[in-house]
């Protein structure tokens, strides 16, 4: 095992090229997915590896509930230092643990905070709030969820501009981008490495939620400026419960590529050109970390289980 038991948390360092190209050249879909992947593999990968060399620096604390087997030199010969690293993996992991939970806590206290307070409120699919704060969101939930929007920012639309604004929030509830979110949320905790890919779905996700609109409305200009005018109206709001679930990303660039030509819809990059190599790099980064922390998780179950007295 050796040495490469400690790759897969390093390697979430080759996926970080990719990450800005991503945004730029990739069609949203393409990237969000791409990204998405990426992230999770190799949040599972490092997550994996800590869990191993936990186990060599648990077997070594006195008391410990494992078979003593564990503690044996042979055990220990299988994680280089073992003596330091198997002890630091203790802390890092439950840190891992942590955060994870403390993230899939808030998003699901802000959920159900967001449905309660929606309750009473008519409208199935929609949900306008009488509210003097400008903002809008998408609310996932049973039954499609809910797009939620306020009479002030209406109020500053053009009938064409609210019909992008919806078309954008139902475009977040069809493709599930909570999911992605959420997932790249979990793997930015488990590896602080992978932090800027959670930067890159956040904005990936709304440049696919602002083309969904596009082809919806017909209009990429309509799109572009009912973004651009929600973020005027929107700025210095300060709405940290329901509207928190929202993440509006960069909106000059977002304005920016809408007034551009729409992206072409790409299943892979080809290798010759700059995303493409930062592509491909990021896939054989994953494939090195799943490969790398399978390897280890099989040599260490099969030493542990020669340690281990019948």
């Known amino acids: 095992m050796g040495v490469f038991v400690f790759l897969p948390l390093v390697l979430p360092l080759t996926a970080w090229p990719v990450a800005r190209l991503a945004e730029q050249h990739l069609h949203p879909r393409t990237a969000t997915w791409l990204l998405a992947g990426v992230a999770g593999v190799m949040a599972v990968c490092s997550t994996v590896c ?31 230092f073992d003596e330091v690293v198997g002890k630091a993996a203790i802390p890092a992991l439950c840190g891992v643990v942590v955060a994870c939970g403390r993230v899939l806590w808030r998003h699901g206290r802000v959920r159900r905070r967001a449905h309660r307070v929606l309750a009473g409120v008519r409208g199935a699919r929609v949900a306008v709030l009488p509210d003097e704060v400008p903002y809008a969101y998408a609310l996932p939930g049973g039954g499609g969820g809910r797009v939620v ?40 905790r488990a590896n602080p490495f992978l932090r800027p890919l959670c930067t890159a779905v956040a904005y990936t996700t709304e440049r696919w ?31 940290a419960t329901l509207a928190g679930l929202a993440a509006p990303g960069p909106v000059p660039r977002r304005v920016a590529a809408l007034l ?49 007295p019948l």
């Open 149 to 188: 929007v306020t009479t002030a920012l209406l109020g500053c639309l053009e009938p064409a501009e609210r019909r992008a604004v919806f078309a954008h929030e139902r475009a977040h509830l069809a493709a599930r981008h909570h999911r992605f979110l959420l997932a790249v949320q979990l793997a930015a």
């Open 209 to 239: 939620a602002d083309e969904e609109a596009a082809r919806v409305v017909g209009s990429r200009r309509t799109v572009a400026c009912a973004i651009g005018r929600a973020a005027l109206v929107s700025r210095g709001t300060a709405v």
């Open 260 to 308: 551009g030509p729409a992206p072409l819809m790409r299943s892979w990059p080809s290798v010759f050109t700059s995303v493409g190599l930062a592509a491909w790099g990021a896939a054989a980064g994953t494939a090195v970390s799943a490969m790398s922390s399978a390897n280890s998780a099989v040599t260490m179950f099969f030493i542990l289980h020669a340690a281990t």
């Open 50 to 80: 800590l869990g191993l060399v936990m186990v060599v620096g648990t077997a070594q604390l006195p008391g410990n509930p494992l078979p003593d087997g564990w503690s044996d030199p042979e055990v220990r010969a299988a994680v280089p």
